[in-house]
């Protein structure tokens, strides 16, 4: 076990990650469906259970246990920047699942009233806009407050209308993560990139393979296999490379990808990590499943 001294003086989790080269292909967090809900001001290690100055704990869980027990992925979320003076409880409900994106958007007088949100988010209105969302969640991962703020700045300044700080999304050694939504797109350490570029390419309807951990609606091996078909043909359309079928082997996965020009089989290899501390905090080193190409075809 680190001790509290060791695990003060070791580098961040994030810059450990870039010098051991971690891949970010094939890690987005799974979730088919997505409420996050604005918690405005200071959070604390979970920001709905360990923030009381914002919202009462008991609430905080029983709006964390309607939700996932539907099993939703739930976040919260904030505007970057300085606190209005008067506090908004808005709301997004977005559905990822490919060919039946959607979200919607709403907002109530008093966090209580986040039990009664639809599950489906249909008592909002339909958006058109995206929701963009960076993990800024300081007290639960130091990379995340550094990182996650200064790509939520450039991004903001640009997209201020739906761009948002967000607690926990999973992967913090990939500092600064960032979420959009509907599509449900991962991206990790998007403070190296141009970050309101990645927006930018959105827009668009492309995106940027670099930094593309996945799609949270598709799984772990098809977000890997989609990333070396990209890489392979360059093909940078989020509408692309929808999986044809999946079938696992021993250690081996073969993922077949509807590509324009005709079916792409990628063959990954599946293997698990050399022990890792995964986030800041973390005291007993871990292993993490790793993808690997072993051939593809068209």
């Known amino acids: ?19 051991r080269g971690d891949p970010m292909y094939g890690t987005a967090s799974a979730g088919f469906s997505w409420v996050l809900l604005e918690l405005p001001g200071a959070w604390g290690n979970s920001a709905f259970l360990h923030s009381p100055t914002v ?41 990822s699942r490919v060919g039946e994106e959607a979200i919607y958007s709403g907002e109530v007088g008093d966090p209580r009233e986040y039990l009664d949100i639809a599950l489906d988010g249909t008592d909002g209105a339909l958006s058109h806009d995206p929701v963009v969302a960076i993990c800024a969640h300081g007290k639960h991962d130091q990379c995340c407050a550094v990182r996650g703020r200064s790509a939520c700045r450039a991004i903001a300044a640009e997209f201020p209308e739906f761009t948002w700080e967000c607690s926990h999304l999973g ?58 078909a990209r890489k392979e043909y360059g093909d940078d359309r989020i509408d692309a490379l929808h999986p044809l079928s999946v079938v696992h082997g021993d250690g081996e996965i073969r993922v077949v990808l509807d590509a324009e020009s005709g079916p792409v089989e990628v063959v990954l290899n599946e293997q698990m990590s050399e022990p890792l501390l995964s986030q800041c905090h973390a005291r007993v080193a871990g292993q993490v499943r790793t993808f690997t190409l072993a051939s593809i075809t068209q």
């Open 55 to 95: 919202v009462d704990p008991e609430l905080g869980r029983a709006i964390v246990r309607r939700f996932e027990s539907a099993k939703m992925r739930i976040a919260a979320i904030r505007k970057h920047g300085r606190r209005e003076a008067t506090r908004r409880w808005r709301w997004f409900v977005a559905h």
């Open 171 to 228: 992967g913090d050694r990939f500092a600064a993560t960032m979420l959009v939504l509907p599509e449900g797109l991962c991206y990790g350490r998007v403070d190296l990139a141009d970050s309101a570029g990645l927006v930018r390419l959105y827009r668009e309807g492309r995106l940027d393979n670099r930094f593309l951990r996945g799609r949270t609606s598709l799984p772990h091996a098809v977000q890997a296999a989609q990333y070396f």
């Open 1 to 19: 076990m680190t001790s509290p001294i060791a695990q003060a003086r070791r580098a961040p989790c994030s810059d450990q990650s870039l010098a």
